[in-house]
């Protein structure tokens, strides 16, 4: 065999890889990273979507680990629901949240530039949309978000803190949501796959049953004709 083709061995293969090797240590030692009971499954649903809806893409996976380390539930889940925001679906998700902010912020009395936030959130969707044509564009990104500034008559910095803060709390709602509904579907499914286990146990007890009485039968009868000596 050649000899690249040969595995490393598991000890050259943790020294080689730290990282590895630390996560293949503590996911062996805490079974509830992997367990698929329902309390363990549950919370990583509801947690894991209100995590893939914040504003932390691009370390959503390893954010994920922790917190399932944290809050003692299934790993595999809360990394699956990260891939809610990805590359196709991250940008109108997040301006969904940030509008559902805003319009929060605006409940509660805190004030929004623009006569609505629906204006806002639009003058924010318009200068975004120019600022990422701009990177094959003529202008700049710069620019667009200097324009931006200028319309809202808002710095930078605080522009960004609103759209921030906005998209974290809508986020969070928009991912509480999603976890709800999702939850009932895994609750429902898991409630017919238990349905279906238990009756497939019980026609299986049945049927050993059956055969444990034929063949008790069956002995009775043989034993009744043997010949009398």
């Keep these: 065999m050649k000899r690249w083709l040969r595995p490393l061995p598991r000890r050259a293969t943790i020294h080689r890889y730290p990282v590895l090797g630390w996560f293949a240590d503590t ?6 990273l992997w367990s698929f009971r329902r309390e363990d499954v549950v919370p990583a649903i509801y947690i894991g979507c209100i995590l893939s809806m914040l504003p932390i893409y691009g370390i959503q996976v390893p ?16 990394v699956a ?4 925001t990805n590359p196709i679906t991250a940008g109108p998700l997040y301006l969904a949240a940030c509008y559902v902010g805003l ?9 929004i530039p623009g006569d609505s936030v629906y204006e806002f959130a639009m003058l924010i969707t318009h200068n975004l949309k120019d600022a990422f044509l701009s990177i094959v564009g003529p202008s700049t990104m710069r620019g667009s978000m200097e324009e931006l500034a200028q319309q809202t008559q808002m710095s930078l910095p605080e522009i960004v803190g609103l759209g ?7 986020g969070t709602i928009i991912g509480y949501f999603i976890g709800f509904f999702l939850s009932l579907i895994y609750q429902f499914t898991a409630r017919r796959a238990n349905a ?3 009756d497939l146990r019980t026609q299986y007890h049945k049927v050993r049953l059956r055969e ?10 043989k034993s009744t004709q043997k010949p009398k000596t």
């Design 103 to 111: 319009q929060i912020f605006h409940f509660l009395g805190a004030p």
């Design 164 to 170: 921030f803060k906005a998209t974290f709390v809508g």
């Design 196 to 198: 279906r286990m238990f």
């Design 81 to 84: 629901t990260q891939f809610i």
């Design 212 to 221: 444990a009485e034929a063949l008790k039968a069956a002995e009775a009868l």
């Design 27 to 32: 996911a062996r030692k805490r079974s509830y």
């Design 63 to 78: 954010t994920a680990f922790l917190v399932a380390m944290v809050f003692r539930c299934n790993l595999m889940v809360m």
